[in-house]
T-cell receptor
Framework: QKEVEQDPGPLSVPEGAIVSLNCTYS??????FMWYRQYSRKGPELLMY????GNKEDGRFTAQVDKSSKYISLFIRDSQPSDSATYLC???????????????FGQGTILTVHP | DAGVTQSPTHLIKTRGQQVTLRCSPK?????VSWYQQALGQGPQFIFQ???????QRGNFPDRFSGHQFPNYSSELNVNALLLGDSALYLC?????????????FGPGTRLTVT
């Protein structure tokens, strides 16, 4: 079983729709939860990160973490064609120290927002 | 301020050959990590370098090795290439004692092994 599972989709929605992306994980040591956006032939770009459980909002994006269920979500409101990309969840353990920084990724969800 | 840069952009190698990929971290960053991203998959952690030493390693064979230079730039070397090594190789950098979430990724090097 993979440490992080992400529904690969693909997901196709009309412009203006609310998009929900989800990941589950098995490693209880994960403390930091990130969402990256990756356009074709580009490196991942950090969208949001959350520490431990709770919600975080940034513009049209909301990240939720439920550590009791080992489940994280990213919601995109009023989706735009420019949001079309692959979305990757990533997680990190080890708070502090030089070993800090290994990211464990889900396999990514391909999102297409059509006009 | 340049972000993370990688070279070359893409290359094609033959099975059994060796390859070296290069990465320059973002200005002010001293920790470099390498990831392998196969087509349709999320990136997989290869290893991390800090103070010119390998600090963490993922589940990759010894054919994968690296180096970090005094200016914090880094190289990833892969020996005895296999078809399965075809992937996008990503470099990520962060500042010392910064969190794992504060990593910046380069555009990647796309390696094709034939």
């Amino acid at each position: 079983q993979k440490e992080v599972e992400q529904d690969p989709g693909p997901l196709s929605v009309p412009e203006g729709a609310i998009v929900s992306l989800n990941c589950t994980y098995s490693n209880s040591a994960f403390q930091y939860f990130m969402w990256y956006r990756q356009y074709s032939r580009k490196g991942p770009e950090l969208l949001m990160y959350t520490y431990s459980s709770g919600n975080k909002e940034d513009g049209r994006f909301t990240a939720q973490v439920d550590k009791s269920s080992k489940y994280i979500s990213l919601f995109i409101r009023d989706s735009q064609p420019s949001d079309s990309a692959t979305y990757l969840c990533a997680m990190s353990a080890n708070a502090g120290g030089t070993s800090y920084g290994k990211l464990t990724f889900g396999q990514g969800t391909i999102l297409t927002v059509h006009p | 301020d340049a972000g993370v840069t990688q070279s070359p952009t893409h290359l094609i190698k033959t099975r059994g050959q060796q390859v070296t990929l290069r990465c320059s971290p973002k200005s002010g960053h001293d920790t470099v990590s390498w990831y392998q991203q196969a087509l349709g998959q999320g990136p997989q952690f290869i290893f991390q370098y800090y103070e010119e030493e390998e600090r963490q390693r993922g589940n990759f064979p010894d054919r994968f090795s690296g180096h970090q230079f005094p200016n914090y730039s880094s190289e990833l070397n892969v020996n005895a290439l296999l078809l399965g090594d075809s992937a996008l190789y990503l470099c990520a950098s962060r500042g010392r004692n910064r969190g794992g979430y504060e990593q910046y990724f380069g555009p990647g090097t796309r390696l094709t092994v034939t």
